[in-house]
């Protein structure tokens, strides 16, 4: 399989073209990630196919929002391995990147992906999302911010739309089913200052998956009270 096509397809498909020196970029990204996963726990994913498709791809999937085309700065809150902040870094350099990671050993990860890329538009910090949002450097600053998080919108919510300037918005890559997940965090987008505006399906190139960005716009200032400690915000979701 050719590696490049499938990708510049992807790329294509959200209005942008992938030179050949990001490509290269995204290959250098693969192979650190396979190697430092076998010291650290980064991600299950690691064959080749399964790397571009399931985490390049779906992250620069993202790009089919003009909110995104048009951001100028961007937090990707509970990054991990860097998903969708870095592919969204190197395909587009206009973009200031902040990375948000409470795990120190993938900032690490993270900082070694930044420097052996040379990407002067990202920035990593070591922090938990609930305490990251209350820094006044970080609250309420960002254009977009994304999560490829497991938790569902409300709790993604919660950490993420108080990081958002008001005008912005919070893009959350989701899976294929979100039809209930999205009722379920109607109240809470709400009360966090935020409107969901749209459910955007994309296509994954080379697969049969078919993923959804859900956006939600930031319309009022979000109240001092939010984010609530971690455990609350997991054991009592806003509703």
Known sequence: MNFYDLMSKSAEDVGLQLSKEQYEKFIIYMKLLQEWNEKINLTAIVEDEEVIKKHFIDSI???KRDELKNANTLIDVGTGAGFPGLPIAIMKED?????LDSLNK???FLNTVVNELGLSNVTT???RAEDGARDRKLREKFDIATSRAVA???VLSELCLPYVKIGGNFIALKGPSVDQEIKESVGAIKVLGGELIDICE?????TELRHNLVVVKKIGVCSKVYPRKAGSITKNPLK
């Open 95 to 99: 973009i200031n990147v902040t990375l």
């Open 61 to 63: 999937k993202a790009f």
């Open 125 to 127: 910090i070591h922090s």
């Open 152 to 154: 569902n919108m409300s």
């Open 106 to 108: 993938r900032i690490n």
């Open 202 to 206: 994309v296509n994954i190139e080379g």
